[in-house]
């Protein structure tokens, strides 16, 4: 049963993760009135929005005018003008990551969310997870890390792997840098801190390795790819320090789950006036990480 107050929402996108993760999330929260569905194939939104009793929008500015806010589900530089519409609307503000794949870009929905005075969350999916989220506070709260390492392979575009994320566009052209890099450093600057150095190189596909050095004196590697062999595919992040040795935690638990946490943190920001740490802003510092990474790579 849907409690009070309830925010209305509306969701920006049609792919596979705004069907399978954001419209049920949406759909399923006690606080939430799913008002609407935009996307650029009209008869995807259709086909969600009866999925889940709710209206399909072709007008992207009827739906900001009917919500309090709004989750985007689209490629990051598609979503960053429209999330600047959104906050200019007064639109809150549930993006995905990366913000966008341009300083430019990120600065301006982080810009827009300030001056309009909307709130801002980032889905970084292990910064929401049941099964993370106390881990990365644990380790924030804890003093004397020496150093770090993330590996995050995945096999979307491995030539043996199949999944509707291979015809990802966007995914394609940018690579593990923008779309799983955003995880690893999610994870790794509340930790350790802001980057204050790095350097990165390449591998086979599109494997990227970082080497970053953090404001509070302790260094950590990345190894990022999309392109490894499905038998070399899985995550780890792991901590040395003054604590001992703690390695990232699994399962994470379901992503519409994470999600459905993503939404709380939104209305409670909004709420209260608190900015949560995902918020635009760290997300704009996200975008700033891997544009120097991909400037160093001579892309």
């Known amino acids: 049963m849907k409690t009070s107050p309830i925010a209305r929402i509306g969701l920006l996108g049609t792919g596979p993760w705004a069907d399978r993760t954001h419209a049920p999330a949406l759909a399923a929260h006690p606080e939430v009135d799913l008002v609407g569905v935009w996307g650029r194939r009209p008869e995807a939104a259709a086909k969600i929005a009866e999925a889940h009793s709710t209206t399909a929008y072709d007008d992207v500015d009827a739906l900001l005018a009917d919500c309090d806010a709004v989750a985007i589900a689209l490629p990051p530089d598609i979503q960053a003008p429209l999330a600047v519409r959104a906050a200019e609307a007064g639109c809150h503000l549930l993006l995905d990551k990366p913000v966008a794949t341009t300083v430019e870009g990120a600065r301006r929905v982080a810009d827009a969310a300030e001056t309009a005075g909307v709130a801002s969350v980032v889905f970084f999916t292990l910064r929401f997870a049941a099964g993370t989220v106390d881990w990365i506070a644990e380790q924030s709260a804890a003093d004397g890390w020496f150093t770090a390492r993330a590996h995050w392979f995945g096999s979307v575009f491995h030539p043996s792997a199949a999944g509707p994320y ?35 190189a390449p591998g086979q596909g599109d494997t990227v390795h970082l080497v970053l050095r953090h404001a509070g004196g302790a260094s950590s590697t990345a190894a990022l790819s999309l392109t490894a062999p499905p038998e070399a595919s899985g995550v780890d992040i792991e901590l040395r320090g003054a604590a001992g040795v703690h390695s990232l935690p699994g399962p994470w638990g379901a992503g519409v789950d994470s999600f459905g946490t993503a939404i709380g943190a939104l209305l409670e920001a909004a709420r209260t006036g608190t900015p949560h740490p995902c918020d635009a802003r760290f997300g704009l510092r996200v975008t700033e990480i891997l544009s120097q990474a991909e400037t160093v790579l001579g892309r």
Not at 177 to 200: F, I, M, R
């Open 166 to 200: 291979a015809e990802s566009p966007w995914r394609g052209e940018k690579g593990a840098l923008w779309d799983v890099g955003p995880h690893a450093l999610s994870v790794l600057l509340p930790v350790l801190g802001d980057v204050t150095q790095l350097t990165a």
